[in-house]
């Protein structure tokens, strides 16, 4: 009778989102004439004439003697570079400057060497690499000749370089995203990342292991996936069903399932790790018993790597929640059965809507799980590389200089306004450790925990304050104590500090201390500049 219930439910949850509108993201278009690079040795000679028109090979030939018939281009003992996407390859030979250089554009290659020359997982749009058995060279030639003429695909992504923690004031920290692509799409500039919308494949699991949301996944938004979710559920629950289990799966792996149970709700996804924390979390939050993600054997080893910080982060939360951490779980196909048990208690449906913002839905739904359960704790702490937790300041070595104040992406330091304080917002701390590396006396240390009530983690607190220095002259506060007195110290054994006068102006604001060395011949005759206080 269950069973019956529940496969009723199933069919209303589908029925339920039928017709649901995606948002739809914009569009990147590709053009390919045909013109073939065939990269290899005397397989490469062979294979060229097998390409007819529309088709146009030119041979790089790595090793061998050419052959007449071909258009060859020897690689000769220079180093072989490959740069681009399809239609838009260019193909680097030699030293760049050096007289044996070339550059070869093509739309695109077929590389047939032992070990492609090109490492990423996941390889740039037209560019194949074969085997040389007939087999392999059969589905070459037939790939290659349904790549002519122009092709689009979605624009996976959006990124905002105004939260991005990569890097500020010369020091690079975050590189989450740029070390998890499996298609090296991804590159760090000085203070940002750039994303190159050719060769990105849509992954997603940069938008899953960015800690502040800079980049997004569009294809589709985790908000539209969410409220795919959330209707579900919803009318999966109205239908009478029980311990509904979510099924996040990969488009091209649906077909690879066996017979789901009938509690099992599918979602297909266009890449599974473009489902991340915040989308987990919110599944268990509108009524999933549990949330599994499928995956039938297509995930890069480094995208894995990289998601798995995000189950143990989950993990851990759900743990310091009083829910068990199995809620969630990766699977593969092969090892995926119908024993697999709903684990998290009945709890009252969540009935948010999903933001565009990664860490306030993240947060929407663990302050709900919060509010359902009698066993949270107060904190918990969280795995080296989590995107959530706190920082202290060893008072005796900060001078309020805040420095870090002005690198922290997620402002979670904050000045003290009209006073010389630091200040810190735990929920802002995507612990990026940017300010560690900036603070020029090292007093900065970050750990990683989650701190489970809001109002706790939302309000500011003081990490070091000091008392104001006035200018003895005109009495403007213009410093702290601290900053004044670390200062007198460092320049006591100074010549050009050793009079009571000279002394004296290191105590005065900027003004004052211009007016003090015009009025002192001896300054004058000396060129004195002292330098201003904080450059």
């Known amino acids: 009778m269950t069973r019956t219930i529940n496969l009723a439910a199933a069919a209303a949850a589908r029925a339920a989102v039928e017709h649901l509108d995606i948002e739809p993201a914009d569009r990147v278009e590709y053009r390919s004439q045909g013109l073939v690079a065939v990269i290899g040795g005397p397989e490469a000679m062979e294979f060229a004439p097998r390409l007819c028109e529309p088709l146009r090979p030119r041979v790089v030939l790595t090793n061998g003697a050419e052959e007449p018939g071909v258009p060859v281009i020897p690689v000769g003992g220079r180093s072989l570079r490959i740069d681009g996407y399809m239609g838009a390859f260019k193909i680097r030979l ?116 960015c800690p502040t949301g800079a980049i997004r996944y569009t294809f589709p938004r985790a908000a539209d996936t969410l409220s795919r979710v959330r209707i579900m559920l919803r009318a999966y629950l109205q239908a009478g069903g029980e311990q509904p289990v979510i099924i996040f799966v990969s488009s091209q792996d649906v077909g690879s399932l066996a017979p789901l149970p009938a509690n099992w709700l599918l979602v297909a996804v266009e890449e599974l790790a473009s489902v991340g924390l915040e989308v987990w979390l919110s599944s268990l939050a509108y009524g999933a018993c549990r949330v599994l993600m499928v995956d039938g054997g297509s995930m890069p080893d480094r995208v894995g790597q990289a998601l798995e910080l995000q189950f143990e982060t989950v993990r851990a939360i759900l743990g310091g929640l009083g829910y068990s951490g199995d809620a969630i779980a990766l699977r593969s196909v092969a090892t995926l059965t119908a024993e697999e048990q709903s684990v998290m208690p009945p709890i009252q449906p969540a009935g948010y809507y999903a933001l565009a913002d990664k860490r306030q839905t993240a947060y929407l739904a663990i302050d709900y799980l919060h509010g359902q359960t009698g066993r949270a704790k107060a904190m918990v702490n969280l795995p080296a590389g989590a995107p959530f937790g706190s920082a202290e300041v060893k008072a005796a070595a900060c001078t309020l200089c805040l420095a870090c104040v002005g690198v922290c992406p997620g402002k979670a330091l904050q000045d003290g306004y009209d006073r010389p304080e630091l200040r810190f917002i735990e929920a802002n701390c995507v612990q990026c450790g940017l300010c560690t590396r900036t603070c020029p006396e090292d007093a900065i240390s970050i750990s990683p925990r989650l701190l489970f009530e809001p109002q706790e983690r939302t309000k500011p607190r003081i990490l070091h304050q000091d008392e104001p220095f006035c200018c003895p002259s005109c009495g403007k506060p213009f410093a702290t104590r601290s900053v004044i007195s670390k200062m007198l110290d460092k320049l006591k054994q100074h010549p050009m500090f050793q009079t009571e006068r000279a002394r004296r102006r290191l105590t005065l604001c900027d003004d004052c201390r211009v007016v003090d060395i015009v009025q002192d011949s001896e300054a004058m005759e000396a060129g004195l500049e002292p330098p201003s206080i904080g450059h």
Do not use: W
Request: net charge negative; with cysteine.
């Open 94 to 209: 030699g030293e760049a400057g050096s007289p044996a250089s070339e550059t070869l554009p093509v739309d695109l290659i077929l590389d047939l060497t032992p070990v492609p020359l090109l490492g990423m997982p996941v390889k740039p749009p037209g560019y194949l690499c074969s085997g040389t058995d007939e087999t392999s060279l059969a589905a070459a030639l037939e790939q290659l000749s349904s790549l002519i003429g122009t092709f689009e695909k979605p624009r996976f992504f959006e990124y905002d370089p105004s939260v991005c923690a990569h890097g500020r004031s010369g020091q690079i920290a975050c590189n989450r995203c740029i070390d998890s692509c499996p298609a090296e799409a991804i590159v760090g500039l000085a203070e940002r990342v750039e994303v190159d919308p050719y060769l990105c494949q849509g992954g997603g699991v940069c938008a899953s292991v």
